[in-house]
């Protein structure tokens, strides 16, 4: 990348490598799990995500050290994007370095450099669609207003995000002169109708099942705590890391208030904007990750001459020493049982015990009648347990499992079998709609001690369907996130 030096570029390696050391620590996460499921079932749409995960499984098989290299990857590409928004934003070699480094200690970045998440591609697509704006604002040809078209309906595949960074532009444009002056251009529409080209198939494929992102949007709508409501921006605190703060707060006022910092104040408009609309909203802290380099690099270039800028970055570097136990599986695994990790980063919880869930259902089936093991049904709750069991399940002679969740639902309804159905994570009372009888012969028990959202939940055997699986099978249909 033009413009780059070496301490970045080494940088970014440190970080990809740290991140590939851990990579293959704990274990699958729910989520993980889930996007290679649909990977395999290659589609231009999800109900809450895309299908990146078929990627690596075409280069690395079920490797998970190779899926996790692709989230290395990215992260370590924000953080050279990070360094070059500084010098674009007029900042030298020490706010290149600073922005850098902020990029690759924070605890929020180092989580989604670890996991395959669409939150992770998110915040690379919009530090590039950042990064293009603030090159075309510098004077760079308007053509490039057409990249900033295609980074956005790349982005808008893979998570509709996206959308709000647009729309908190929009806004900061409106409020600016620099900003109304590019709404303007052509080739500003041009870019647009790019990015609506190549969302395109994916707006078709939600049209034409009425529209499952909305019910999405409904779920998450209804997950979100009240209480929550104002913990959005103090949780930016947290989340990024507190000393972080000296850095991303100055370059926040540096944009709004100093002269310098004008041709791009559109941009942190753009961000408070947003900020208010994900307070309301109750939005979860990482939504605002993507806008966070930008502020970094702004902050860096404030700290660029003034004292304690070499302390500051000290400080950061010994931040994210810090912080690597909160945001990567760095403690061993067997310490869980005395210090509970997921209450430190519940994330790691979800990265725990899937295998032993399988093999606890092999279990049950193994406890039917030899004549039902082969016309049996296996039907979960959610995602992660299926999809665990669609991984692990076939060396254990499993059937495929089904789910009514999220876009799993699109994938069933199960096949009429004449056996009983193995019925996982639901209670007798949840699935009395569906079964005359239903037999718990287990509990779900989590290695280590780990709390997890299927922990302690019943495994079931159920008889007496009330009905063909195709008249059923509308009632399982839920979205969460």
Not at 174 to 196: D, F, I, K, M, N
Not at 255 to 279: E, M, N, P, S
Request: net charge positive; aromatic share 10%; glycine share 10%.
């Amino acid at each position: 990348m033009r413009g780059l030096r070496r301490p970045e570029v080494v940088l970014a390696a440190l970080t990809v490598g740290v991140l590939m050391a851990v990579a293959g620590r704990y274990g699958w996460h729910r989520d993980e799990l889930y996007f290679l499921q649909c990977g395999r079932r290659l589609a231009w749409g999800y109900v809450d995500q895309p299908p990146f995960a078929r990627v690596a499984e075409e280069l690395f098989g079920t490797s998970l050290v190779g899926l996790r290299l692709f989230p290395a990857l990215a992260l370590g590409a924000v953080v050279l994007l990070a360094a070059r928004l500084a010098r674009e934003l007029g900042g030298g070699a020490f706010a290149a370095g600073l922005a850098a480094l902020a990029a690759a200690s924070s605890p929020l970045f180092l989580g989604l450099g670890h996991l395959l998440s669409t939150a992770t591609f998110d915040l690379l697509a919009w530090t590039v669609l950042i990064l293009v704006v603030v090159r075309v604002w510098n004077g760079a040809d308007r053509r490039l207003w057409l990249v900033a078209g295609a980074v956005a309906g790349v982005g808008l595949l893979n998570k509709h995000s996206v959308a709000f960074l647009l729309g908190g532009l929009v806004v900061g444009a409106l409020v600016t002169v620099e900003g109304r002056r590019q709404l303007r251009s052509p080739w500003l529409w041009a870019g647009a109708a790019v990015a609506l080209v190549i969302w395109a198939p994916n707006l078709l494929w939600h049209a034409r099942r009425d529209w499952p992102v909305l019910d999405m949007l409904d779920s998450l709508q209804e997950e979100s705590d009240p209480e929550d409501t104002f913990l959005f921006a103090p949780s930016q605190l947290v989340v990024l890391g507190p000393v972080l703060a000296a850095v991303w707060i100055p370059g926040l006022l540096w944009l709004l208030r100093d002269d310098a910092g004008r041709r791009w104040r559109a941009l942190a408009i753009a961000y408070v904007a947003l900020v208010v609309v994900f307070t309301v909203t109750a939005a979860k802290p990482y939504y605002l990750a993507g806008l966070y380099p930008l502020l970094f690099a702004a902050g860096a270039i404030w700290w660029e001459g003034r004292r304690g800028r070499r302390a500051l970055a000290v400080a950061a570097g010994v931040g994210a020493v810090l912080a690597l136990p909160l945001a990567l599986p760095v403690v061993p695994v067997d310490l869980a049982r005395h210090h509970p990790i997921e209450e430190v980063q519940k994330e790691f919880g979800a990265q725990l015990g899937w295998e032993e869930l399988a093999d606890q259902v092999a279990a049950v089936v193994r406890g039917l009648p030899a004549g039902e093991r082969s016309a049996l049904t296996i039907f979960t709750r959610d995602y992660g347990a299926s999809s665990a069991i669609n991984l692990y399940g076939p060396d254990r002679r499993l059937p495929r499992a089904y789910s009514g969740h999220n876009n799993e639902w699109f994938w069933g309804p199960p096949p009429e079998r004449a056996g009983p159905t193995v019925v996982v994570a639901f209670t007798p009372a949840e699935v009395a709609g569906l079964f005359r009888t239903c037999r718990q012969v287990d509990r779900i028990v989590q290695p280590h001690g780990v709390a997890s959202e299927e922990a302690g939940l019943p495994l079931l055997v159920c008889r007496g369907q009330r009905g063909p699986w195709a008249e059923l099978w509308p009632r399982t249909r839920h979205f969460t996130a």
